[in-house]
């Protein structure tokens, strides 16, 4: 059985920081492009960062400078370090696994909510 099991969100001030952790069970995790996405209230789902199996990385725009993603394959687990955070940064933030081999394998954790605000 896959687990995705994110952690870390809360309440912050603008300028503030966290750090959200994603624990992986049930997949080869050093197999996976890691992501965290986001999807605020009335908007789409949209990808913040990803990394591949290999450390390569890639964020959005609007996190650019201040977002860095990191993964410790012998814990299992994908982080997201969140600095300068900003109001417009709030949002339910969502861990993902995905590889391609024969078939598509893509997965989900359940979301940890960020509210940045004074």
């Known amino acids: 059985q896959v687990q995705l099991v994110e952690s870390g969100g809360g309440l912050v001030q603008p300028g503030g920081s966290l750090r959200l952790s994603c624990a992986a069970s049930?997949?080869?995790?050093?197999?996976?492009?890691m992501g965290w996405y986001r999807q605020a209230p009335g908007k789409q789902r949209e990808l913040v960062a990803g990394i591949t199996s290999g450390g390569i990385t890639n964020y959005a725009d609007s996190v650019k400078g201040r977002f860095t993603i990191s993964r410790d394959n012998a814990k299992n687990t994908v982080y997201l370090q969140m600095n300068s955070l900003k109001p417009e940064d709030t949002a339910v933030y969502y861990c993902?696994?995905?590889?391609?081999?024969?078939?598509?394998?893509?997965?989900w954790g359940q979301g940890t909510q960020v509210t940045v605000s004074s």
């Open positions: 993902n696994a995905d590889r391609f081999s024969t078939s598509r394998l893509n997965y």
């Open positions: 049930g997949i080869i995790f050093s197999r996976y492009v």
